[in-house]
Nanobody, 129 residues
Framework: QMQLEESGGGLVQAGESLRLSCIASVSVADERSFSNFVMGWFRQAPGKEREFVATASWSGENKYYADSVKGRFSISRDNAKNMVYLQMDSLKPEDTAVYYC?????????????????WGQGTQVTVSS
């Protein structure tokens, strides 16, 4: 079992930056560790489906981004601290959404939300124009 908790959301103006953080707590009874999970960020705007934003492989070496955020957002992870981050630069009003941290143990595409086993409660990001 894993619990995820996001932080760092808020209200910013277009062009500004935010850094989201997600801390993972793995159950003592679980033989897996944080580094056994692919970590991803997804977002959901009002009235829309939850969509993929970014993902990092187990070591963090491989990273993938949605086309809409490529070049502006950067995902990173610190396995020693059980943390994953999303640095968001040059924010746009269309980035407004609830952002979710997610963890996947068995993965195929790394970009499909159904592959992720554990989810945080989400943190609101609002970008004003």
């Amino acid at each position: 079992q894993m619990q995820l908790e996001e932080s760092g959301g808020g209200l910013v103006q277009a062009g500004e930056s935010l850094r989201l953080s997600c801390i993972a707590s793995v159950s003592v009874a679980d033989e897996r560790s944080f580094s056994n999970f692919v970590m991803g960020w997804f977002r959901q705007a009002p009235g829309k489906e939850r969509e993929f934003v970014a993902t990092a492989s187990w070591s963090g070496e491989n990273k993938y981004y949605a086309d809409s955020v490529k070049g502006r957002f950067s995902i990173s992870r610190d396995n020693a601290k059980n943390m994953v981050y999303l640095q968001m630069d040059s924010l746009k009003p269309e980035d407004t959404a609830v952002y979710y941290c997610a963890a996947a143990f068995r993965i195929t595409t790394m970009k499909t939300k159904d592959e992720y086993d554990y989810w945080g409660q989400g943190t609101q990001v609002t970008v004003s124009s």
